[in-house]
């Protein structure tokens, strides 16, 4: 039957070739009913027009233009819900021990018991910078950074072998600091909180309202450092009473401010009282060792005390002394500093915490990262 209505094997491959046009005829209509979504458009560049896209691959078929629009408000999105978003910040941990790295810097300053001073000053520096008050001259602070060369490479150290941020490894020296010189320190490593950024943007420095005011009092400085307490600002200067005045800075050689360079103590305040009277205006000279400064600070006062084998020239900031002695709140508290140990303790304590705290975005609550 087969072979009498399509004939010879001849017949048969035309049978076919009909069938399969048929077919094709068929199939051309349907791609023109259906529309192929993912062909790419006319302007992807020539020879590619049509070229099907990967529908796995949805930037196939999307300009530059909008694929940049998307990744940007991507990133944008993530960046505002990392800022919004609650986190559970008692699961972030740190990737140091702050025990591990006090010790480290304590065995740093054996070698130079200066540099725990030093390092304290650090600290002063940069929270006073955070909050627009970077210093520029000794009269504002006798820690300016052309002092602070030699410390640099023990934050070096521990941002290094911690794997910190060097704002983290200054508070924590910081912290080392007052615990080698005998200071007040277990409220502040226990209130202690990690996660500080590092940025080399300084905020832009503050200029008085007052054109005749050339720079900033220290209760004002003091202020900004956390919103400091009367008594925490009056506790926070005690900081001065250890290490000794920079010669390539202050012009000043072999001068201390109270004669005791390495211990941190209310002596402070019971100095200030005892000498109050004998304190006299000092003139920097110009000598060999301090010719390299362009300019001399004129605004020390000083005193000379009993020393082992000769009298020892102790050294204050004029603008010390006024506060200190001067400012009729701050002088009550100076009073009772130089008697009532705790009280003295509880503050600085306190405004230290607030010091090294002071104008960061977040800061995360401690954890031990071993347990």
Sequence with gaps: MWRAVCGTSSG????????????????????????????????????????????????????HKWLLVMCVGCVGAGMLAGQLVEVDETKLKPKFAKEKVIEAACKEFEFRPDLAAT????????????????????????????????????????????????????????????????????????????????????????????????????????????????????????????????AHVSGIDAATHIGKRFTLSPEYYRFLLENEKKFSHLTVDRTEE???????????????????????????NENELDAM???????????NFAVDEKAWSDSFQSAFTKMINSNFKRLRVYSDPDE
């Design 119 to 246: 390092s304290i000053r650090v600290a002063f520096v940069l929270a006073a910078r955070r909050a627009g008050f970077p210093a520029e001259s000794i009269g504002e602070s006798c820690a300016v950074v052309e002092g602070l060369d030699d410390v640099a490479g023990v934050m070096n150290f521990l941002a290094n072998k911690f794997n910190g941020t060097m704002e983290d490894m200054v508070s924590l020296a910081a912290v080392a600091g007052v615990k080698y010189l005998n200071g007040p320190c277990d409220a502040i490593l226990d209130e202690w909180q990690w996660g500080r950024n590092d940025t080399d943007n300084a905020i832009s420095r503050n200029i008085p309202t007052n054109p005749d005011v050339k720079q900033f009092s220290i209760p004002t400085i003091l202020k900004s450092l956390g919103d400091l307490t009367d008594e925490e600002c009056v506790a926070l200067m005690a900081c001065h009473s250890v290490g000794e005045f920079h």
């Design 325 to 335: 002695l001067h400012h009729p709140a701050w002088r009550n508290i100076v009073v």
């Design 12 to 63: 048969r491959r035309v049978s076919c070739a009909l069938g399969t046009a048929a077919y094709n005829s068929v199939r051309q209509k349907s791609d023109k009913k259906q529309s192929n979504p993912f062909k790419a458009p006319p302007n992807v560049g020539p020879g590619r027009e049509h070229d099907d896209a990967n529908p796995y691959k949805s930037w196939q078929h999307l300009s």
């Design 290 to 316: 301090n010719k390299v400064l362009k300019d001399l600070n004129q605004s020390f006062s000083c005193v000379y005390v009993k020393g082992k084998q000769r009298k020892r020239m102790c050294v204050f």
